[in-house]
């Protein structure tokens, strides 16, 4: 990652996801200038957001006067590409953005949405922040966090096994072991 | 005199109402605590057959791990299976019928899908206040209790979608009343690492689940019964 040297600076996209939950708190957050100031500081060319059932629209811009171009939209089918040619995604904290992320080993800022009820979603976040596989943020933070984060500091996220359960549950049910 | 006889023979009927109101209650009760204390113990039968199998899924990340969890399940064990989603997600019902596609593709001469595919009335939606969600929990349950009938599973799989809770609860009664006996198995979403979600909290204390697993060391601190796997994705 880091800053390209010879001034010609390849396409470096942050994609922004909220998956199936509207989340405009985020995307206005993202859309701001302070955000997308601090995105081109740190080497970012292109800001795609997928906005999900949100009503905010953020504003589409070309990039091509030097600042950061930007686009979005509602949904797609899968967001396996988009994630494939990101230098950088900023999710919701929902755990399957988060897990199908981490398994493609793209950097990862997760923005805890702070008007949801119940909100078991920061657990998580707040989790493996802890753990080093991924920064936490909140919207008003956001700015800070993308200024400040050191993405080389971050540990990738080996995959996990369901395996154990499904021994458990086949030893229980009187299957016998392979 | 004749209205002495008909006092003590009125006594005499609501006295039987009473008794068999009291022996039914009393049979039911024994059939609770017995399935509570069978509940969790792993079956006897040595190399059952294949089990029909209940899987429910949930909007969000639920279906995803699900889907990773039947992924390392053999599926000729866990045949014919049916699968539940909340009425409004048609997602979770889509990516379970292409797993089951893909499912039957790579099997060679085998009789196609033997999957099914419903939706249920939802408990609660996201978001929906705990006080008009019990209106709606009744509601479910009541579609819940028909599409149990009908398929009267030996083996059901949720991991915390609201709409799971229904489903496990007349499985245990169920249980009670020997109409099947099913093995339940819960998986805590690994969503939750501090605190069990209301489903899993709800079949956790009642003793509902035969096992319950968690995926993070803080969970299986509280909540000692369940077993820890660790993460499933």
Known sequence: MGESLDGVKGKRVVFVTVGTTRFDALVKVVDSQEVKDELLRRGYTNLLIQMGRGSYLPTKSTGDDGSLAVDYFTFSSSIVEHLKSASLVISHAGSGSIFETMRFGKPLIVVVNEDLMDNHQSELAEELAERKHLYCARPPTLHLTIASMDLKSLVPYSPGDATPVAKLINRFLGFPED | ?233
Not at chain 2, 80 to 106: C, G, H, Y
Not at chain 2, 128 to 147: E, F, N, R
């Open chain 2, 1 to 233: 005199m004749e209205k002495n006889i008909s006092c003590s023979f009125s006594d005499l009927s609501s006295n039987l109402g009473i008794s068999c109101f009291i022996a039914f209650i009393t049979i039911i009760l024994v059939r609770v605590i017995y399935v509570i204390y069978r509940t969790g113990k792993p079956l006897s039968k040595r190399s059952p057959q294949a089990l029909s199998t209940l899987i429910v899924l949930g909007s969000g990340g639920h279906t995803a791990e699900m889907i990773n969890l039947l992924l390392v399940l053999q599926k000729d064990r866990f045949t014919p299976r049916f699968f539940i989603a909340a009425a409004t997600d048609n997602m979770s019902i889509q990516k379970a019928r292409v797993l089951e596609s893909s499912w039957a593709d790579s099997q060679s001469g085998v009789k196609g899908i033997s999957a099914e595919f419903m939706q249920i009335y939802r408990s609660r939606e996201v978001g929906q206040s705990y006080i008009t969600s019990v209106w709606t929990t009744l509601v479910a349950m009541v579609h819940a209790l028909w599409l149990m009938i009908k398929i009267r599973p030996q083996v059901v799989l949720c991991n915390g979608p609201g709409t799971c809770f229904p489903l496990c609860v007349i499985a245990f009664i169920f249980k009670v009343i020997g109409i099947r006996w099913s093995s339940i198995f819960y998986v805590e979403s690994i969503a939750r690492v501090k605190r069990l979600s209301l489903s899993g909290l709800l079949l956790y204390k009642l003793r509902i689940a035969d096992q319950f697993f968690v995926q993070w060391p803080q969970l299986h601190r509280k909540y000692p019964r369940a077993h820890y796997v660790g993460c499933l994705m």
